[in-house]
């Protein structure tokens, strides 16, 4: 018991909700502008491997993350300019997206490394002790600069929807399109404002995610843009509880690493991984429905 | 003007087609490779060859359930993304049926049964984000993912820990279960691993794009997709339309073990399929609701997934997942310009464009 309730438990649940939280703060920052996003998954891709590509051939992981961050706000417009200009339905273009990065990043592999799975080890950012103790291990996920921009954006989100002209914009695009467009808020321009956000925010996932594992495997997102999306419904499209209910799920996901070796010895086996997912199911079947969504989610201004 | 409909019916598939090999000729030069030469490779690998057409055929047969099955379900506006899940869960469970069953049992009585079990498994499955979506308004995408992820853990438990298989299979099904080659009836296909599958599916579209079409369910599962709110006004049951197009959905995907487990491999194995799934979404973009326009693009994406093995040496096979899905958007922006260009041309002449689908599905209901 005491393996559960421990220090190291506490890094691993960190570490593993960073990129659930990224990619949640960016579902929030898509859906509050009244933008359906489901391919928060391929983000979260295409920022692995932009990161892992520039950090490879440059050796420098802060150049990485630029490059992520870059191609998140690139896929991400993409997104906007699919369904605000050419107005092709949101979940059409958000499907399109994950496998779009889903099978780009595999040809990239193939191209840069010749490998249909992962490419060569990097290094990322190693700062903090080293040493297997927990305080060490939590110590090296809280100094990670990537862990640091997450929970900037963490922090920021909320201050920025409810105190700047900016929030209040993107709000007001998200509740009622046709009522801001009256006003003169340019909906489309808000809107791809704010999916640039989103896209950078949620590559900063992608980084970590690619980071943390020292190298990029082919749909190494898997489904986490998803989860991260349940976070954003569970938590009532608010940043604060999404990330909340991110780090619920990693601590559910460092249990659930935990517990594998006493399943796989009994009848249970793999069925341990399905853990996080059940929980997730429960908790959408269960939370209060739709509560908080934006009015205007998936509607526009005009025709 | 019936001919010029289907002519601008099929114009986004012509374009798609087009923007396709554009698209391919470039990634070609991209990697180094002479686009024309490429492009004559990729041809000789798949029409350029009987075994090749078979080839395309039986890569065809899973996407034209899949396809069938994302199509049935966004007729009541769901998105059912979660074919993937449908589609291994139902074929796990039907080989492990099939290969429990008599030896000796007869074709017509083991084909149905298994085929039964696996559309009912399939069902079973989309019964969660179903449920989940009209009783408790959680979005279909969302949970189908979340059920996709927990098959994906039940899977390797079920055949390891379960049926205690090392090599993560399951046993050989019963021959009666087994569906036969192409290559029986039509010699010049042999070593193609097309099978009785490909006319199963083909038969499959067009009779459930016609049950769609010409029974009372099958048009209120489709007004329910196009205007929910007028549906619930006239006393539809709308959340019974909806369960019922998840079902189906997932029953229709779930079909897609006959050319897999029962028509190509005689067993169950992790990751047989897999892919599927997403594929078909594609292909419900591409047929874009008629039962020809599915039939034509599965058999376009089949022809795309045995081209990109073809020339796999030269230019990564990934290549056309990345064309795949390229479609999907080029396809979308053109059938959304196009309605468009039809709307404003509308316009001209008449003020409310949606009036009159709108009013014929009230006075149907009235009747």
Not at chain 1, 123 to 141: E, H, K, N, Q, Y
Not at chain 1, 150 to 156: N, R
Not at chain 1, 246 to 262: R, S, Y
Request: charged share 15%; proline share 4%.
């Amino acid at each position: 018991m005491s393996s559960i309730v421990s220090l190291t438990m506490l890094a691993e649940s960190v570490r593993i909700a960073v990129p659930y939280t990224c990619a949640a703060i960016a579902g929030v920052w898509a859906e509050r502008s009244g933008v359906i996003q489901i391919g928060l998954e391929g983000i979260l891709l295409a920022g692995a491997f932009s990161s892992v590509a520039v950090a490879h051939a440059t050796g420098s992981a802060s150049l990485g993350l630029v490059a992520a961050i870059a191609a998140g706000i690139a896929v991400s417009l993409g997104h906007g300019l699919l369904t605000e200009k050419a107005r092709i339905h949101a979940v059409i273009s958000g499907i399109a997206i994950n496998l779009l990065a889903l099978a780009s990043t595999r040809m990239g592999l193939r191209a840069l490394y010749d490998s249909s799975s992962n490419s060569p080890s990097i290094d990322g950012f190693r700062l903090g002790p080293t040493g297997a103790t927990g305080l060490s291990m939590l110590l090296r996920v809280l100094v990670d600069p990537v862990f640091v921009c997450a929970v900037i954006a963490v922090v920021a989100t909320p201050f920025v929807m409810q105190n700047t002209r900016f929030g209040l914009r993107v709000r007001a695009a998200g509740e009622n399109p046709v009522a801001a467009s009256s006003v003169g808020i340019g909906i489309t321009q808000i809107r791809l404002a704010a999916l640039s956000v989103s896209g950078a925010i949620c590559a900063l996932g992608g980084a970590h995610l690619a980071y943390d594992q020292h190298r990029f495997e082919s749909g190494m997102s898997a489904g986490r843009g998803f989860i991260a999306l349940a976070a954003v419904v569970v938590g009532g499209w608010r940043a604060s509880f999404a990330a909340a209910a991110c780090l619920v799920f990693g601590a559910l996901e460092a249990l659930q690493i935990a517990l594998q070796d006493q399943a796989r010895r009994s009848m249970v086996g793999d069925l341990i991984q399905a853990l996080p997912y059940v929980a997730t199911l429960f908790v959408l079947a269960f939370a209060k429905r739709r509560s908080g969504a934006p009015e205007g989610l998936g509607k526009h201004a005009t025709e | 003007m019936k001919s010029a409909h289907d002519i601008r019916a099929a114009l986004p598939i012509v374009l798609a087609i087009a923007g396709g090999v554009l698209l391919f000729d470039l990634m070609a030069f991209g990697f180094g490779q002479a686009p024309a030469s490429a492009l004559r490779m990729a041809f000789d690998g798949t029409w350029g060859t009987a075994y090749g057409i078979g080839q395309v055929l039986f890569k065809a047969t899973p996407l034209l359930f899949t396809g069938l099955a994302f199509e049935v379900a966004l007729r009541a506006g769901l998105f059912n993304i979660g074919a993937e899940g449908q589609l291994a869960l139902a074929s796990l469970v039907g080989a492990v049926v099939a290969s429990k069953l008599p030896p000796s049992l007869p074709a017509v009585v083991a084909l149905p049964i298994v085929l039964c079990v696996a559309a009912a498994t399939g069902a079973a499955v989309a019964f969660v984000p179903a449920i989940l979506r009209v009783r408790r308004g959680v979005h279909e995408i969302i949970t189908a993912i979340m059920v996709n992820r927990i098959v994906d853990a039940i899977l390797p438990w079920a055949l390891a820990t379960v049926l205690g298989s090392t090599s993560l299979r399951t046993a050989d099904i019963a021959p009666g279960a087994a569906l036969p080659r192409l290559e029986r009836v039509f010699p010049a296909l042999t070593g193609s691993a097309a099978s009785f599958a490909f006319p199963l599916a083909v038969v499959s579209v067009f009779v459930v794009i016609e049950l769609l079409r010409r029974s009372r369910v099958g048009r209120e599962i489709r007004w329910v997709g196009l205007r929910a709110e007028a549906c619930r006004a006239e006393g539809i049951a709308v959340e019974q339309r909806l369960l019922l197009a998840m079902l189906l959905s997932g029953a229709v995907a779930a079909l897609a073990v006959s050319s897999t487990a029962l028509g190509y491999k005689g067993y169950y194995e992790l990751g047989l399929g897999a892919g599927a799934g997403w594929s078909g979404i594609a292909v419900a973009m591409l047929g874009r609701g008629s039962a020809m326009g599915i039939v034509l693009a599965a058999v376009f994406l089949g022809t795309l997934e045995q081209a990109g093995l073809a020339v796999n040496a030269r230019v990564p096979k990934e290549a056309m997942d990345v064309l795949e899905a390229a479609l999907i958007v080029l396809v979308a922006v053109a059938t959304r310009a196009a309605a468009k260009e039809e709307a404003a041309n509308k316009r001209d002449d008449e003020p409310f464009e949606e009036k009159p689908a709108r009013a014929a599905a009230t006075e149907e209901v009235a009747r």
